[in-house]
């Protein structure tokens, strides 16, 4: 559930309607870390990725985000420069609100509840994450990250659901803390049974309620 479906509908047009809209072609960043954070973004089209630079120079994917996402407001709202960067994955259409406006206007809807309790949410999610890492195999791992990827950022099309993925297999298996070959020894293993398929840029979870609750036996007892 994102931000959008949250709040009330005025007030997120009120939001929508205090940005200049602009579209990013895919692939460009929408802020960049360490920057002064001087916009906030209401996303209504598109999918983008939040990445972190480390020191050694590595470029690391933490989050993918959609449609009715705020962008960069905690870093507005804490007058804090920006922790990461967004990059488009998709072609993206965003509005761009400026820091006075933003503070502004979530006043006015009394929106600072709203934004803290999706702060908790991501939190939350963060958590759970982390005890996929800590307690599940690698197609554990990848069958649960994907199932939330589908609920984050999925497309619905055709009664399946396409994901963006805008990072290679070396990326994923950083995010999940598997190498590249386990990573896509795990992507072929839920292929093969059919919960997902896998194209150059996306993929396509066929059926998201087995994948949220995959477990290899669970798997082997069916076939």
């Given at each position: 559930?994102?931000?959008?479906?949250?709040?009330?509908?005025?007030?997120?047009?009120?939001?929508?309607?205090?940005?200049?809209?602009?579209?990013?072609?895919?692939?460009?960043?929408?802020?960049?870390?360490?920057?002064?954070?001087?916009?906030?973004?209401?996303?209504?089209?598109?999918?983008?990725?939040?990445?972190?630079?480390?020191?050694?120079?590595?470029?690391?994917?933490?989050?993918?985000?959609?449609?009715?996402?705020?962008?960069?407001?905690?870093?507005?709202?804490?007058?804090?420069?920006?922790?990461?960067?967004?990059?488009?994955?998709?072609?993206?259409?965003?509005?761009?609100?400026?820091?006075?406006?933003?503070?502004?206007?979530?006043?006015?809807?009394?929106?600072?509840?709203?934004?803290?309790?999706?702060?908790?949410t991501r939190s939350l999610q963060g958590e759970r994450y982390l005890r996929n890492l800590?307690?599940?195999?690698?197609?554990?791992?990848?069958?649960?990250?994907?199932?939330?990827?589908?609920?984050?950022?999925?497309?619905?099309?055709?009664?399946?659901?396409?994901?963006?993925?805008?990072?290679?297999?070396?990326?994923?298996?950083?995010?999940?803390?598997?190498?590249?070959?386990?990573?896509?020894?795990?992507?072929?293993?839920?292929?093969?049974?059919?919960?997902?398929?896998?194209?150059?840029?996306?993929?396509?979870?066929?059926?998201?309620?087995?994948?949220?609750?995959?477990?290899?036996?669970?798997?082997?007892?069916?076939?």
């Amino acid at each position: 559930m994102n931000l959008r479906e949250t709040i009330s509908p005025t007030a997120w047009n009120e939001l929508v309607l205090g940005g200049v809209r602009r579209t990013f072609a895919p692939g460009v960043p929408l802020m960049r870390q360490g920057e002064s954070s001087t916009f906030a973004i209401a996303l209504t089209e598109g999918t983008v990725k939040i990445t972190q630079d480390t020191i050694d120079g590595r470029q690391v994917p933490l989050a993918l985000r959609g449609p009715g996402e705020l962008l960069g407001e905690m870093g507005v709202l804490l007058n804090e420069p920006r922790s990461a960067s967004v990059w488009s994955i998709t072609r993206c259409v965003g509005h761009t609100i400026s820091a006075p406006t933003f503070r502004s206007l979530v006043e006015r809807c009394d929106l600072h509840g709203d934004i803290y309790r999706r702060s908790v949410t991501r939190s939350l999610q963060g958590e759970r994450y982390l005890r996929n890492l800590l307690c599940h195999a690698p197609d554990v791992r990848m069958a649960r990250f994907l199932a939330e990827l589908a609920n984050e950022v999925g497309e619905p099309r055709a009664g399946t659901m396409i994901i963006h993925m805008g990072m290679d297999r070396e990326e994923l298996g950083f995010m999940l803390k598997m190498s590249r070959a386990t990573a896509s020894e795990a992507l072929r293993r839920l292929k093969s049974l059919k919960l997902i398929e896998i194209g150059r840029k996306t993929i396509k979870v066929i059926n998201q309620v087995e994948l949220e609750s995959y477990e290899p036996q669970k798997m082997r007892d069916v076939s």
